[in-house]
């Protein structure tokens, strides 16, 4: 039997976080939960993306560069 070491996957993040996972500030962050691209729950005054929301919000994020 080997031992296959697996990265730890958080279940949510902090809006700071999430935009640390993704490579952003928070500003792209909390546009998309302004907008309902992103849904947050609560815990206390604390707002949190689920891991399986922010991947889904990323994978849906264009492949091309906009044009100005």
């Known amino acids: 039997m080997s031992f296959i070491p697996t ?3 958080p279940i949510g993040y902090s809006v ?3 935009g640390r996972a ?3 500030s ?3 962050i909390k546009e998309a939960i302004t907008r ?3 849904t947050v729950h609560w815990a206390g005054a604390k707002r949190l993306v689920k891991h ?3 991947v889904a919000w ?3 994020l264009p ?3 906009p044009v100005a």
């Open 63 to 65: 492949y091309d560069k």
């Open 36 to 38: 309902g691209d992103l």
């Open 16 to 18: 700071e976080g999430a």
């Open 26 to 28: 928070v500003y792209p």
């Open 7 to 9: 990265a730890h996957i």
């Open 58 to 60: 990323f994978d849906a």
């Open 22 to 24: 993704v490579g952003l």
């Open 52 to 54: 399986a929301d922010l």
